[in-house]
């Protein structure tokens, strides 16, 4: 009988100690990428929602077309999504940037508009007893007041687009998902468990950074606790 592969690469294992140190750099440059695709795309989507959130929420005829629209984004495939918008942007990474940005509209904009909803009517009202603008009402009453709410979204849309950033590997910028979509054509079994692994630690530990930040910059509520 013919003696078995000395390594696990060898034996295609699904837990291998030698595909992680003899691949090092290429799973480095995947999780740099992966984490930058969602990093950008969660901040711009989260510039352009706010804005829009704010639209919606002072002029009530904005809120229907604003929500119905993110809405419609959000129910694309993913896949038909980037085939939209391959002709604006070709085989990139802004091509899964845009993408990843239009599917973070939906959450971002209903719980940033959620959160503007709920600040209590008296406190804007006491606001302006004491002189403050419209501007400035916005800026030092209702956006304080509506962070909880954004954090939650902002940590939903992150967790979310760590997933869809995957999907950037038809294009050939998918971070973790480039690894593991070669590794199923291959079956690479090492390669796809430690690409599927990697990236649910970049979710959770993204969740865990974003709670933070919210408890750092919130703490009436953990008095309220």
């Known amino acids: 009988m013919t003696a078995p592969p000395d390594d696990c690469l060898a034996r295609n294992e699904w837990i291998c100690g030698e595909y992680l140190t003899t691949r090092r750099e290429i799973l480095l440059d995947a ?29 009530r ?25 391959l002709p604006l942007y ?21 719980t940033l508009l959620a959160g503007l909803r709920a600040v209590p009517e008296e406190t804007r009202q006491a606001a302006r007893g004491l002189g403050y603008g419209p501007v400035r009402l916005l800026l030092a009453v209702e956006l304080p007041l509506a962070v909880p709410a954004a954090m939650a979204g902002l ?45 649910v630690v970049l979710a959770v530990a993204a969740d865990l950074l974003l709670l933070g930040v919210q408890r750092l910059i919130t703490p009436w509520t953990r008095t309220r606790a």
């Open 31 to 59: 999780v740099f990428q992966h984490v930058r695709l969602t990093s950008v795309s969660v901040l711009v989507a989260l510039a352009l929602a706010l804005p829009l959130a704010v639209l919606a929420r002072h002029r």
């Open 61 to 85: 005829w904005a809120a229907g077309p604003v929500l119905a629209v993110t809405t419609i984004l959000y129910t694309i495939p993913s896949l038909a999504m980037f085939s939209l918008l």
């Open 90 to 110: 070709g085989l990139s990474a802004t091509l899964v940037t845009a993408g990843l940005v239009l599917y973070s509209l939906t959450l971002l904009v209903r």
């Open 155 to 199: 940590r939903i849309a992150t967790v979310s687009a760590v997933s869809l950033a995957t999907v950037g590997a038809i294009v050939g910028y998918g971070g973790l998902g480039n690894l593991l979509y070669a590794g199923m054509n291959a079956y690479f079994k090492a390669q796809v468990l430690t690409a599927s692994v990697l990236c």
